[in-house]
């Protein structure tokens, strides 16, 4: 849909404005401005021809109007503007990049009062100034005018840039070189075109109520699942690339073998029963998310207000009898638990917990591909493609011992055919996939990981990528004549890779546009509408208490909380012992980046500041 409403600021001899209404549909309404006054351009000949086509053409022209105070210029009903341009800003004369930084900064500002929702801001600099890799050359950041951070102030990120032309506004004249009537150096300029972001708000964790059995238990969800909870990305109405790409694998896996899906539930998980958790998911339940019930005898049905969504399929069991216990529990907490009406459980870590009450059911068919996909919460280090939330899909199969190498060949064979075939539709030009999907065994067991090398990021980014594995080490003491298969797949990382998202975080987004990128039933390269987000580099360091134990996995869960997963990256830089007292110190780098949303520095310096605090409370340990 073509924008009804344009605005354009910071007009010199409104050339552009003049160019640009002669060749727009006459519905739509444009606004040209200026800061100068109307005696300031009497000299100008071009000024004033320009001025006159756009009253013949009935363009509304205003005078006097500052780009960084947009809302004292405009009524309200005169605000929601589709569309606001502003061509090669300057502050005149031989203002620095320091000066046109917040130009920039105070002009993003003054755009969110006035433009519309769904509206854009376009923004014309010439090459090098927007320090984005978008500029070539780029220029060191430092030296640049940092358009997207400054656009971050004002709530907006950069959703598109492209060179600009000239030629495609024949007449316009861009003037105003340190203020003086000289043209700015265009060739390899750039257009860069920002949206609203969503607005940065920190989701606070819910109290959720479930029902076990014929009691109502609450919990708190942890800080660092906020959002990831109850998403229903596998559900019947969704059209998220997981689900697709869950559907896809299930129909042609479906082609060679009959199969049998299972709805995610939440079967106890016997004390023992971990024999499936090989080497390759080594202290699963170590990692897992563990969170308090509490007795919960209220009569409605959710304390935040909504339905109770069927969190069971969350669970792994609430009996303190039959679970594994938290090696990070003493048995005191426990004691003090049990006072209080109080169970730990565990959000599921993996699917692989129930394999082995799926092959002890009786009904359990030989030759059938049981299936069962769900959501998986596991706590992790920060990097580019862990994830403390995923979906899982399983896959199990049974046969007899006499047919185990044919039959499990064949369904390898089967599953590397069609993640080939899946890993090749949107591959980008000049980039050569060849037979990607590899099964490399693990001694010295019988099970195998799954792994892709991909250039689905871009020719300049080759990745190898474990997306799952393949263990035969499952028996059953019912079915003692068979042995299992269990593939187990880690469908955010295939969606990834099939549609070249490069950050696992932008499948959790609530964002809208996410979602436009997708339509049913086809498969196109995923265009991202934030480009280029800025990044914001802190260290901290800190004395560790010779007391206890320092979890590192555990610190890095901690900044993913406090950050909102706006921690990309935690290095280790050094460790630092005291000569005298002995005691320990650690040094850790972390980067913040957003992939969604607009992040500014001020933001990042706050989360680092909770950082801090949090880290001494739940860490104990001391920042330095």
Aim: proline fraction near 5%; charge should be neutral.
């Amino acid at each position: 849909m073509a924008p009804r409403r344009l605005l354009l600021v910071g007009e010199g001899n409104f050339s552009f404005a003049a160019a640009l209404s002669e060749t727009l549909d006459p519905s739509t309404s444009i606004t040209a401005t200026c800061l100068h006054r109307p005696a300031d351009l009497a000299r100008d000949p071009l000024a004033r021809e320009n001025l006159q086509r756009l009253r013949e053409r009935g363009t509304e022209v205003r005078f006097g109007v500052d780009c960084t105070q947009l809302v004292d210029a405009f009524e309200l009903q005169d605000r929601e503007f589709d569309r606001i341009y502003f061509n090669f800003p300057h502050c005149g004369r031989k203002a620095g990049v320091a000066k046109n930084r917040e130009l920039l900064a105070k002009f993003f500002q003054s755009c969110a009062d006035v433009l519309a929702e769904e509206g854009e801001v376009h923004v014309a600099l010439c090459r090098g100034q927007g320090g984005t890799p978008a500029d070539k050359p780029m220029r060191e950041w430092h030296n640049s005018w940092q358009v997207v951070a400054m656009a971050a102030l004002g709530g907006f990120i950069l959703s598109d840039v492209h060179p600009f032309s000239c030629e495609a506004v024949p007449g316009y004249k861009c003037t105003g070189y340190r203020s003086q009537d000289k043209s700015f150096h265009v060739e390899g300029a750039l257009n860069h075109i920002f949206t609203q972001s969503l607005p940065y708000e920190g989701l606070q964790p819910r109290i959720s109520r479930i029902k076990l059995g014929d009691q109502w238990f609450s919990f708190l969800e942890p800080e660092v699942l906020v959002g990831k909870l109850n998403r229903g990305f596998l559900e019947a109405p969704s059209y998220h690339p997981i689900k697709t790409i869950n559907e896809k694998l299930i129909a042609e896996l479906g082609k060679a073998f009959p199969l049998k899906r299972l709805k995610c539930s939440s079967p106890l998980l016997p004390q023992g029963d971990t024999s499936v958790l090989t080497s390759c998911h080594c202290d699963i339940l170590s990692s897992a998310f563990w969170i308090s019930l509490r007795e919960d005898n209220s009569n409605f049905e959710s304390l935040t207000g909504g339905t109770t969504q069927d969190m069971e399929d969350f669970l792994v069991s609430f009996s303190e009898l039959s679970l594994p216990k938290n090696p990070r529990r003493d048995s005191k907490e426990e004691a003090q638990e049990g006072m209080y009406g109080q169970a730990k459980v565990c959000l599921t870590p993996s699917l692989l917990v129930h394999v082995q009450a799926l092959i002890q059911a009786p009904d359990f068919l030989p030759g059938s591909l049981y299936i069962l996909s769900g959501p998986v919460f596991q706590k992790c280090r920060i990097s580019p493609f862990t994830m403390p939330a995923f979906h899982e899909t399983l896959f199990i199969l049974g046969f007899n011992k006499n047919l185990k190498d044919g039959c499990l060949q064949s369904l390898l064979d089967h599953l590397k055919g069609i993640l080939d075939s899946l890993l090749t539709q949107t591959l980008l030009k000049g980039s050569k996939l060849g037979s990607s999907v590899e099964f490399v065994f693990q001694p010295p067991g019988e099970d195998y990981m799954i792994t892709v090398k991909s250039q689905n990021f871009g020719p300049d980014c080759v990745k190898d990528l474990i997306i799952g594995s393949v263990t035969t080490s499952a028996t059953s003491i019912i079915h003692k004549d068979q042995c299992f298969v269990c593939v187990s797949m880690n469908l955010d990382l295939l969606a990834m890779l099939v549609w070249g998202i490069s950050d696992w975080r932008m499948l959790w987004t609530f964002d809208k546009r996410f979602l436009k990128n997708f339509a049913p039933g086809k498969i196109e390269p995923f265009k991202s509408y934030s480009l280029y987000p800025p990044y914001y580099v802190h260290d901290i360091s800190f004395w560790l208490d010779t007391k206890k134990r320092f979890d590192e996995v555990e610190f890095h869960t901690v900044a993913r909380a406090v950050s909102q997963d706006t921690v990309i990256s935690i290095q280790f830089l050094s460790r630092f012992q005291h000569p005298k007292t002995e005691q320990v110190s650690l040094c850790y780098r972390l980067t913040y980046q957003t992939c969604d949303k607009a992040l500014t520095q001020q933001q990042v310096a706050s989360m680092q500041s909770q950082l801090r605090k949090e880290i001494q409370q739940r860490l104990h340990v001391t920042p330095r």
